[in-house]
């Protein structure tokens, strides 16, 4: 059973950076692709970043190229968002998700909670 819990959400100003931690409790987290997503106050959640199982491909949105970077480390079944140059239009609820494949789309099989990212001008 996949259980995703999300941390490492805060608030921190324009430019500063945060890390994003997503940690499964289960023992098949080598099994899944991993997917970040968000979700600002009335707007739809929409794609961030997605892994492959090996951590080899990587997917990431326009908004977010060149400033997150997203990795795993399947000794330690957790999946990281690294966040710099942080926008107000960053602001958002991150969720991460596990499923088949690396996909850009919500094709993903568990979810996490979220966690909160706000970021002050």
């Known amino acids: 059973q996949v259980q995703l819990v999300e941390s490492g959400g805060g608030l921190v100003q324009v430019g500063g950076s945060l890390r994003l931690s997503c940690t499964d409790s289960?023992?098949?987290?080598?099994?899944?692709?991993m997917g970040w997503f968000r979700q600002a106050p009335g707007k739809e959640r929409e794609f961030v970043a997605a892994?492959?199982?090996?951590?080899?491909?990587?997917y990431y949105s326009d908004s977010v190229k060149g400033r997150f970077t997203i990795s795993r480390d399947n000794a330690k079944t957790t999946v990281y968002l690294q966040m710099n140059s942080l926008k107000p239009e960053d602001t958002a609820v991150y969720y991460c998700?596990?499923?088949?494949?690396?996909?850009?789309?919500?094709?993903?099989?568990?979810w996490g909670q979220g966690t909160q990212v706000t970021v002050s001008s």
């Open positions: 998700a596990a499923g088949p494949v690396a996909a850009t789309t919500n094709q993903y099989d568990y």
């Open positions: 289960g023992r098949t987290f080598s099994s899944y692709a």
């Open positions: 892994i492959s199982r090996n951590g080899i491909l990587k």
